[in-house]
DNA sequence: GCTGCCGTTGACGTGAACGTCAAGACCCGC
DNA sequence: GCGGGTCTTGACGTTCACGTCAACGGCAGC
């Protein structure tokens, strides 16, 4: 007897990854997703669920569905056509350049918001007198020079 | 005399962050720049330049413009608004948040990503010889399952 | 057999972030 | 004073990722 393995309504499958139904059958119509059909209901496997959870990892970082698509369709890739998996290979090397700069974006942004925050603690923390105040400012400039992020 | 201090036309800016001039006169609609004008024409200073770097990173990273916007006028808050600074505090702190659960989803596409690569660098660097075919197949599935991110 | 509830397929609407004209102002060299 | 280039302000078009609505099928309980 063979493990019937889970499946999941496509209400269930959107409540779970707070998502609307439209959203999982739109990603149907973009071939990101093909569950089966029992009748006319869609009926979500296991694996299913996992495409979906790339698929939304994926957006989270930015990706378009499209690109989304381009991905999964690459883990599918069948034996033998290894000219495609080349230029998998390419693609995914790409991609893997894109994400190093975006992540370095987004050290970057953490960054300055940290700054931000230090110097609005700073300037939260201490009541208006006179001496703090001019060395809240020059804080200030210098937190501000480095928000800038001129360089 | 005081220094003039570099100055920069619109094309100019959209060349060098490779943007189109529409998209900074959109920036502007949306209350993210304010170019001095000089007669109808736009003339941006190096702070405006500075802002429009945060602005170009805040967009890689994923903020929508109208987050941005606020964000940056934050950063221009004068002083004695205590109340404002605190609930920007909150803002900063709840984006930081945000900030680092998206640097967690990064390093799980890159790690993927990463995956994917090394399978198909294993599948091309072989001859499809018997021996390291089923080799080949226990990795894939191995590659697949920690893919699929299924944790 | 009627009411809910969950599901389905179109078709149209929406917000964000611009792109794409159109029509004209301004200045420069000739 | 005329072409060429750069700039301006509307106004409308476009793409993406869905939301929303209409109209309907199928099953469960009463």
Do not use: C, H
């Amino acid at each position: 007897m063979v493990k019937p393995e889970r499946t999941y309504s496509i209400s269930e499958l959107a409540r779970e990854f707070k998502v609307t139904p439209r959203a999982l059958r739109f990603y149907e119509d973009k071939g990101l997703l093909s569950p089966r059909r029992e009748g006319l209901n869609r009926v979500y496997s296991v694996r299913d669920r996992a495409r979906l959870q790339l698929i939304l990892r994926g957006k989270r970082v930015g990706f378009p569905l499209s690109e989304i698509r381009e991905i999964l369709d690459l883990y599918d890739l069948g034996d033998g056509q290894r000219a495609q998996m080349a230029t998998a290979l390419k693609k995914y090397r790409a991609r893997m350049v894109a994400l190093e700069a975006q992540r370095e974006d987004l050290v970057g942004a953490m960054e300055a918001l940290q700054n931000g925050i230090n110097w609005l603690e700073a300037r939260l923390a201490e009541p208006a007198s006179p001496a703090s105040v001019s060395a809240a400012r020059a804080f200030e400039r210098e937190a501000r020079r480095r928000m800038d992020g001129t360089g």
